[in-house]
């Protein structure tokens, strides 16, 4: 099945920094890889997402990567701002297949 | 709001006691996940459902876990003789189609003493 790998675990950057977030998968299947961003208590937030059919996808200050070949995406988030604080998570899935597998978590801090 | 909503947010329990979690997604979406989520760990799927019918079920749900939408609506997720393992966030998602933003609910917290 597949399995997600997600780095770093822990992120600290100032305020104003980029901040960003690599995650890799072992089936190339896969063709759906969102983002969501965990804040304490709430349940996950869709941030960004990507399909295999693009290599990069762009949203304001957020923008994710995708290389198929080598089976990894990154997450990329420009003039961090303290707000952006959280644990983010990546995750994969197959056409029609429902069983997302997420990453471990990244958290990041952002210091004002 | 019409967003995803769990019920409880939290239950605590006594190990060997049975609980039920409910989940109400979005009102037009027909897709249903549960997911558990440990501490310092991604959401892990569990089951979901497309309308009423359970269409996938992850080898982590033991025996004593059974999921039900009997109106494709509204969800239950009900553990027997619970262990303390099972103290973990319980998560609801739902979504319109495959592969297409999946929100989720807020969890129920499940803590077993």
């Known amino acids: 099945g597949e399995n997600v790998e997600q780095h770093p675990s822990t992120l600290s950057v100032q305020e104003g920094d980029s901040a960003v977030i690599k995650c890799t998968y072992s089936?190339?299947?896969?063709?759906?890889f969102p983002w969501y961003k965990q804040e304490l208590g709430k349940g996950p937030q869709l941030i960004i997402d990507i399909r295999s059919n693009v290599g990069e996808k762009k949203d304001q200050r957020i923008a994710v990567t995708l290389n198929k070949t080598a089976k990894h995406f990154s997450l990329h988030i420009t003039e961090t701002q303290p707000e952006d604080s959280a644990v983010y998570f990546c995750a994969a899935s197959k056409e029609d297949n429902n069983d997302m597998r997420f990453g471990a978590g990244t958290r990041l801090t952002v210091k004002p | 709001d019409t967003g995803v909503s769990q019920d409880p947010r939290h239950k605590i329990t006594k190990r060997g006691q049975n609980v039920t979690f409910r989940c109400d997604p979005i009102s037009e979406h027909n897709r249903l996940y549960w997911y558990r989520q440990t501490l310092g760990q991604g959401p892990e799927f569990l089951t979901y459902f497309q309308n009423e019918a359970q269409l996938e079920k992850s080898r982590l749900l033991s025996d004593r876990f059974s999921a039900e939408r009997p109106k494709g609506s509204f969800s239950t997720l009900e553990i027997q003789r619970t262990e303390q393992g099972d103290s973990a966030m319980y998560l609801c998602?739902?979504?319109?189609?495959?592969?297409?933003?999946?929100?989720f609910g807020q969890g129920t917290r499940l803590t077993v003493v």
């Open positions: 089936d190339s299947a896969s063709n759906y």
């Open positions: 998602a739902s979504s319109g189609q495959v592969n297409t933003e999946a929100f």
